[in-house]
């Protein structure tokens, strides 16, 4: 028996995961207003938890062997285990998204330019939205309200109202 949004409820999380990425990686998507109303609340415990541990990074030494058998020691940052934690519940509830190739870019250029990122959604909430967000929440003193909704209108084919949702 269809729940909300007039589907099941495995098809509805498929959506809201669905509009989820795609509104955390291009910042504005057009759907319909239910949605759009339902997407909000999605998306915002997302970026909440993004919020909530993006600084928590550890340092981490690494000692490995050169060509000529010494000893190297090179330090490095990994998540700590709250941020780590985070990204995982974060990522069970997104798809996985990849860098989109350039139209005139060679294959060569696309694969140096995205070698080192394994999760661009994730990094991207986590290293550029996270950080932008906490600064705004520092600096008026309220956490949430992260995304905007603009009701547009009745769609032409069926009647139902759309709306434009993006990020703040």
């Known amino acids: 028996m269809p729940g909300k949004l007039g589907r099941t409820t495995e098809q509805r999380l498929a959506i ?10 291009y910042g504005k998507i057009e759907t319909t207003a239910a949605r759009a109303k ?14 909530n541990t993006y600084d928590d990074v550890v340092e981490v030494e690494v000692v490995a062997k050169d060509k000529k058998g010494k000893e190297v020691r090179t330090k490095t940052y990994k998540d700590g285990p709250k941020k780590l934690a ?3 519940a974060v990522m069970a509830k997104t798809y996985d998204l990849q860098e989109i190739k350039e139209f005139h870019e060679k294959k060569s ?57 993006e990020l703040v």
């Open 16 to 25: 809201l995961r669905n509009q989820a990425s795609q509104l955390l990686w």
């Open 38 to 51: 339902q997407l909000r609340s999605y998306v915002e415990k997302l970026i909440t938890k993004a919020v």
């Open 86 to 88: 985070a990204r995982r």
């Open 109 to 165: 250029d696309y694969k140096k330019r995205t070698q080192k990122h394994e999760h661009p959604l994730m990094e991207k909430l986590f290293d550029e939205l996270a950080p932008k967000y906490a600064q705004r929440k520092e600096e008026l003193g309220q956490g949430g309200g992260y995304t905007r909704i603009y009701l547009l209108g009745e769609r032409r084919g069926d009647g139902s109202e759309t709306a434009i949702i």
